[in-house]
C-alpha cells in the first residue's frame, strides 16, 4: 500500500524534531518533558510525534490484579524527580480527580496498579495530540538519495495496524521505547492454554473458571507470585502450584541503602565506573528487582499453604529448585514436563493452564533500523555503545540522532528502563534534544565569508 492512498494519510509528508515509537510511560513522560519546555519557551517549540501499535494507551493492563500495589513510591511519578512543581504529577492527578485527601489519610507511599495506570491514561489524555495510535514504525532509513553526512533527518515508514495504508514522516532525532519481549521456557509457546503474564487477565477471562481445575504458575519473581496467590483466591476448587526454580522466592531489597542505586545520582556512578564498579552493581543489587518478591506477597502465600495443611486441604503446591524441560499439548490439557533439581528426575504433569511468569528480554532495535544499524557503533561484546544522554554512539557519517528508552542497562544500570528513574532519564533526552537544535539552529545561522562578502 502507498503512503496517501487511503484519507487518513492523505497528506504532506511531514517533518518532526522528534519521532517516538512506542508510547509506554517512558515516551509519556518524554512527551510531557517536550510539552512543558514548549510551554516555558514561547515560539521555539520541539514538534513532536509518537506512533504507539496498540489501539489504545495501556501499560502492563494484564498484570493490573486486584489490590496490586506499585513496588515504586508514587513520587517516581512521570514528573516529579524532574520538576516537582509540575501539573503533570501523581500529586495533580489525584487532586483533579478529587482524591488527594483520602489518599492522604490512607498513609501508603504506593497505590494501587490499577490507579496508577489511571494516572497515566490521564497524563497521555493531555497530550494525546501528539500520539497516533494503531501505528507500527516499521523502517528507518536516510531518505532516498541523500548523503548520510548532508541530511539531517531519517526517513520512518508508518503502518497503520487496521490494514488502512501506510504514511511516511520524517524525523531529526528518533527515540526507540517498544518495550519489552516476553521470555518463555524452552520448549513453551503461548496458546489458549499457555500464557504469559503479560497476557495473563485477558486470557484467564476468556476460560470457563469451572474449567480450571488444575493451574501452574513458572517463575520466581513478582508477577509469578502475584499470579499464584490470584488464581488460589479466584479458583476455590483448584489445585495450584508455583513451579520455581529456586528454593522458594526471594525478598525483594526495599530498604533506604540499597534503593539508592535507584536514585538519579547512581546512573552517573555506573555509566562513568570501571568495569570492577558496574559488575558490583550487579553483584550486590540484583535483589532490589529482579527474580525477587514484595515481604507481604511472600507471607501471604505461605499463610494460604500453612493454612491448607492445618485444613487438610492442600491445594498450594510449591515445586521449588524445579524447571520446564518441555510443553506439549495432551489433549484439552497441558502436559509440563519438569525436572526436579540441575540433574534430578524428569516427570510430566497435566495442566487445564499454564502461565509463564518468566520475565522479559531486553529490546532490540536492530530489526527496526535495517540498513542504518551499521552505523551504530557497538562494544567488544557486541552491544550498542551509547552517550550519557541516552543517544547511540553513531558514525560521524550519521548526524541524526537515536536515543534508546531501554536497552541499556549495559550502559545506565539498573534503571535503564525502570519507572524509578523515567523523570529525570526522559527530561534528560529532552534537553539533549533541544540543546542539539539550538546548536544546529546557531550553526545555520554563522554567515560565511566568500571573497570579501558576507553570503
Not at 186 to 191: K, P
Request: hydrophobic share 40%.
Amino acid at each position: 500500500m502507498l503512503a496517501g492512498e487511503f484519507s487518513m494519510f492523505d497528506h504532506e509528508r511531514e517533518t518532526y524534531d522528534v519521532v517516538g515509537i512506542g508510547f509506554g510511560p517512558s515516551n509519556l513522560s518524554l512527551a510531557i518533558a517536550l510539552e512543558e519546555h514548549r510551554a516555558n519557551v514561547a515560539g521555539n517549540e520541539i514538534r513532536a510525534a509518537f506512533f504507539e501499535r496498540q489501539p489504545s494507551f495501556g501499560w502492563h493492563r494484564n498484570m493490573l490484579l486486584p489490590s496490586a500495589t506499585m513496588q515504586v513510591s508514587f513520587l517516581k511519578d512521570l514528573v516529579t524527580f524532574r520538576d516537582p512543581m509540575s501539573s503533570f504529577s501523581f500529586i495533580a492527578f489525584l487532586h483533579a480527580s478529587g482524591r488527594l485527601p483520602q489518599f492522604v489519610n490512607n498513609q501508603d507511599f504506593f497505590p494501587t496498579r490499577q490507579e496508577f495506570h489511571q494516572y497515566l491514561e490521564w497524563a497521555q489524555e493531555r497530550v494525546a495530540d501528539r500520539i497516533t495510535y494503531a501505528s507500527e514504525v516499521t523502517s528507518i532509513r536516510l531518505p532516498p538519495g541523500t548523503v548520510p553526512e548532508l541530511t539531517d533527518r531519517l526517513r520512518l515508514e508508518v503502518t497503520d495496524v487496521t490494514g488502512r495504508g501506510t504514511r511516511v514522516v520524517d524525523a531529526r532525532n528518533v527515540v526507540v521505547s517498544t518495550g519489552l519481549v516476553p521470555s518463555m521456557p524452552h520448549g513453551a509457546e503461548t496458546d489458549e492454554r499457555v500464557w504469559h503474564s503479560s497476557e495473563f487477565l485477558e486470557k484467564y477471562r476468556r476460560m470457563d473458571p469451572a474449567e480450571l481445575r488444575r493451574v501452574a504458575v513458572v517463575g520466581a519473581g513478582q508477577s509469578a507470585a502475584e499470579i499464584t496467590r490470584f488464581l488460589y483466591d479466584e479458583l476455590p476448587h483448584a489445585q495450584v502450584w508455583a513451579v520455581v526454580p529456586s528454593y522458594g522466592y526471594s525478598v525483594a531489597d526495599d530498604t533506604p541503602f540499597a534503593n539508592q542505586v535507584f536514585d538519579p545520582g547512581a546512573v552517573d556512578d555506573y555509566y562513568f565506573g570501571s568495569e570492577q564498579t558496574r559488575e558490583a552493581f550487579w553483584r550486590y543489587h540484583r535483589n532490589t528487582n529482579y527474580s525477587v518478591v514484595d515481604d507481604e506477597v511472600i507471607r501471604d502465600l505461605y499463610r494460604r499453604a500453612y493454612d491448607d495443611e492445618v485444613g487438610g486441604a492442600n491445594r498450594l503446591h510449591f515445586l521449588n529448585l524445579t524447571r520446564v524441560n518441555d510443553v506439549k499439548r495432551a489433549g484439552a490439557e497441558t502436559r509440563v514436563s519438569l525436572q526436579a533439581g540441575l540433574d534430578g528426575e524428569v516427570y510430566d504433569l497435566d495442566f487445564d493452564a499454564l502461565v509463564c511468569a518468566t520475565g522479559y528480554t531486553a529490546m532490540t532495535p536492530g530489526r527496526l533500523l535495517g540498513d542504518l544499524d551499521r552505523y551504530c557503533l557497538r562494544d567488544e561484546a557486541g552491544r550498542y555503545r551509547v552517550e550519557r544522554d541516552y543517544r547511540i554512539v553513531t558514525d560521524p557519517e550519521l548526524p541524526c540522532n537515536i536515543y534508546l528508552q531501554g536497552g541499556t542497562e549495559h550502559t545506565h544500570g539498573l534503571t535503564a528502563s525502570l519507572l524509578s528513574n523515567i523523570a529525570v532519564r526522559s527530561g534528560e533526552i529532552a534537553d539533549s534534544i533541544v540543546a542539539r537544535r539550538a546548536e544546529r539552529n546557531a550553526d545555520q545561522a554563522v554567515p560565511v565569508e566568500i571573497g570579501g562578502d558576507v553570503r
